[in-house]
């Protein structure tokens, strides 16, 4: 945003003012200044702004705090990226938590590749998944990320129009209530044979 609106001097410190009462320079800074303002949490805002702080000051605050940040996020995101399971999450939503975790790795200077991100993700599935684990560990030319997710995809549909939840909790309902209908109706029965029995060897109860 900066570089489109031709004002990234400012946040490199190419760009300074002409003399202490440039306020043309003072102008545009407060400008981009007000733009970390809106779009930066405001509890990290305390931390980084000061009342004569100039964009370039936010700027290396911020990266300051990162640096700081990035070892124990390194220490962090790793142990993270291989303990991750699918656990109850759809298939979409766990593959996008390991690419999202792959992807701050890489911005903490450890790169994963396309292949290891692809075989994490196969070894934190359930055995459910397990024929298509083989069928995409098979295949001559190892998927990308995004053709794994979609045959992922297509196992996990097939596997929900097998055994839908709802169906199971129908069929539950179902069996339940034909149980408890079953019961009522034996013993109508029961006692409608004592009943009868009763009338039959006394002539009536």
Request: net charge negative; charged share 25%; glycine share 4%.
């Amino acid at each position: 945003m900066c570089k489109g609106a031709k004002v990234h001097g400012y946040i490199t410190g190419k760009s300074l003012p002409i003399g202490d009462d440039d306020e043309d320079w003072e102008a545009i800074d407060s400008r981009i200044k007000s733009w970390f303002y809106t779009t930066c949490d405001a509890n990290l805002l305390q931390i980084i702004s000061s009342d004569e702080c100039t964009t370039k000051d936010l700027w290396d605050k911020l990266i300051e705090l990162f640096l700081n940040n990035k070892l124990s996020c390194m220490l962090q995101l790793p142990e993270q990226f291989r303990n991750t399971k699918k656990g109850f999450s759809s298939i979409i939503e766990f593959c996008h938590t390991l690419k999202n975790l792959a992807e701050a790795l890489a911005d903490c200077d450890s790169k994963s590749d396309e292949i290891e991100l692809v075989m994490q993700i196969l070894r934190q599935l359930p055995p459910s998944y397990d024929s298509i684990i083989n069928v995409i560990t098979n295949t001559k030319s190892f998927p990308s990320f995004l053709e794994a997710k979609n045959m992922l995809l297509i196992h996990e549909y097939h596997e929900e129009a097998i055994d839908p939840t709802g169906d199971s909790i129908f069929t539950s309902s179902t069996s339940l209530y034909s149980s408890a209908t079953t019961s009522g109706k034996s013993k109508n029965k029961l006692n409608r044979v004592k009943n009868n029995g009763c009338f039959a060897a006394k002539g009536g109860c």
